[in-house]
């Protein structure tokens, strides 16, 4: 069946320091890939998301990118700062079903 | 323009009660879903209805029904709540079709005693 996996669950890193998040995705038909904020107690928010014709995006201090052939994505966050703990979900589109990962939380060390 | 809108916002059951979760969207989109969120399991998807008049089970369906009133409503009902149902549901909807986000509501917290 689909699958989204998604590493790792946590993630410490320094401020100023960058952050990388791995999915990786069962279905070749999956051809839409978002990426989710979510802080305490709130719903998920939209951060960026990329499409299966495109192999890198980028908004300011975030980018994905996504391999086709290995069927992963990733998430890179730069210049990290505290406003960037949270938890961070993957997800895949997969005909009209999006399946997600079960999240990474992200804690920037002062 | 409210987005998507989940009533209520927080319910105590008891064990064996039954309930309807509410979620109301006013986007005009197609396609809409239900989602619980436990600690450490990230969102699964219990229904999805990609237009209205369908829906399809997601991963975890069992002892669940759910409800595609009309194009703007989707109803997620619990006919006999059992603890493991504690939780916290998402309703979602999306533009069908299209390589396009969710957008979701604030969710409704759950407890099931």
């Known amino acids: 069946g689909e699958n989204v996996e998604q590493h790792p669950s946590t993630l410490s890193v320094q401020e100023g320091d960058s952050a990388v998040i791995k999915c990786t995705y069962s279905d070749s038909a999956s051809n839409y890939f978002p990426w989710y904020k979510q802080e305490l107690g709130k719903r998920p928010q939209l951060i960026i998301d990329i499409r299966s014709n495109v192999g890198e995006k980028k908004d300011q201090r975030i980018a994905v990118t996504l391999n086709k052939t290995a069927k992963h994505f990733s998430l890179h966050i730069t210049e990290t700062q505290p406003e960037d703990s949270a938890v961070y979900f993957c997800?895949?589109?997969?005909?009209?079903?999006?399946?997600f990962g079960k999240g990474t939380r992200l804690h920037i060390l002062p | 323009n409210a987005g998507v809108t989940q009533t209520p916002k927080f319910q105590v059951l008891k064990t064996g009660q039954s309930m309807t979760l509410q979620c109301a969207q006013d986007?005009?989109?197609?396609?809409m879903y239900w989602y619980r969120q436990d600690p450490g399991m990230g969102l699964r998807l219990i229904y999805y209805s990609a237009s209205e008049g369908t829906t399809d089970k997601g991963e975890v369906p069992n002892g669940y029904n759910v409800s595609r009133l009309n194009k703007r409503e989707f109803s997620l009902r619990l006919e006999s709540a059992a603890p493991s149902q504690t939780s916290v549901y998402f309703c979602?909807?999306?533009?069908?079709?299209?390589?396009?986000?969710?957008?979701f509501g604030d969710g409704t917290r759950l407890s099931i005693l």
């Open positions: 979602a909807s999306r533009i069908l079709g299209g390589m396009e986000p969710q957008h």
């Open positions: 997800a895949a589109l997969i005909y009209d079903k999006i399946i």
């Open positions: 986007m005009n989109h197609n396609s």
